[in-house]
């Protein structure tokens, strides 16, 4: 026997192989056909959408617990300025005053502070209408010629910062 290489198929193209075993060839555009498990692959997906969907949701409660948390801090701090604000305005108001005017203002300060904690012991019947300043009804919105009603200097100061911010959106 002869070593010929016509008859050895290994020495022969790529391209004639395929086309004797009736392949198709990397030069033509025909698909190959590859095995997927259609139902794992939209597991997968199916769970990657649900994880994506409860991450977003978690991400979202979270955002608003931050957003709650900023604005009882800017609360509290608004709060302290003004208590602070209110000490000062007092401190300056008493330096100003008569022995007799300083007498009345603590017999007014005792007073209040009782009321106060009789209104703690047995509830203040203010709450039940809506409270001081409220103008009736809990959560309706003043009117032009509503009586509002303002127990200290603190509450003077609240009322002059709110009125200076819709004095800000307004113009």
């Not at 391209?15 to 392949?23: N, P, Q, S, T």
């Not at 555009?29 to 692959?41: G, I, L, Q, V, Y």
């Not at 957003?67 to 330096?95: D, G």
């Not at 005792?110 to 106060?116: K, P, R, S, T, W």
């Amino acid at each position: 026997m002869s070593w010929d290489d016509s008859d050895d198929d290994w020495d022969k193209s790529d391209d004639e192989i395929d086309a004797r075993l009736g392949l198709a060839s990397n030069n033509t555009a025909a698909p190959t056909t590859t095995f997927h498990d259609d139902d794992e692959e939209d597991l997968a997906v199916i769970e990657r959408a649900e994880n994506d969907k409860a991450n977003h949701q978690s991400l979202r409660s979270k955002g608003k617990q931050l957003a709650k948390k900023k604005q009882a801090e800017l609360e509290r701090k608004e709060e302290e300025e003004l208590a602070r604000k209110a000490m000062e305005l007092e401190m300056e108001m008493e330096a100003n005053m008569t022995i007799d005017e300083r007498r009345e203002m603590e017999k007014r300060r005792v007073e209040e502070a009782d009321n106060a904690l009789t209104d703690d012991l047995f509830g203040a019947v203010e709450g039940v209408r809506g409270g001081p300043g409220s103008g009736g009804a809990a959560g309706k919105a003043m009117e032009a010629g509503d009586v509002v009603k303002m127990k200290d200097l603190k509450d003077h100061l609240k009322h002059a910062r709110k009125v200076a911010q819709c004095l800000k959106v307004s113009f």
